[in-house]
């Protein structure tokens, strides 16, 4: 089981960096698929970044080239650089922690933090 905490979220402004983070309480933390979701308003959930056990991570066509998930299983924490943020990012960003080998059902879910991106 894992507990999680988002921080970092704010008001940002167009092409200035955010630095999101999120730390895990729980064992084993190296077995999870860690991810950063984001959620528009009364839109469903939708994935931004995902980080499995190795170094690289997988992105959403509209953040590739502009976030960057990493993750320090030494610490349990895992963050996401948000470089230059454009307005449609604004969303609450929650953190998500996936069994290996399991669905997205099975996961948990930090208590999200709002990101705001305006000028």
């Known amino acids: 089981q894992q507990q999680l905490v988002e921080s970092g979220g704010g008001l940002v402004q167009p092409g200035e960096s955010l630095l999101l983070s999120c730390a895990a309480s729980?064992?084993?933390?190296?077995?999870?698929?860690m991810g950063w979701y984001f959620q528009r308003s009364e839109k469903q959930r939708d994935v931004v970044a995902v980080i499995g056990s190795g170094e690289s991570g997988n992105y959403a066509d509209a953040v590739k080239g502009r976030f960057t998930i990493s993750r320090d299983n030494a610490k349990n924490t895992v963050h996401m650089k948000m470089n230059s943020p454009k307005p449609e990012d604004t969303a609450v960003y929650y953190c998500n922690a996936r069994p290996s080998g399991r669905p997205v059902s099975e996961a948990y879910w930090g208590q999200g933090t709002q990101v705001t991106v305006s000028s």
């Open positions: 729980g064992s084993s933390f190296r077995l999870y698929a």
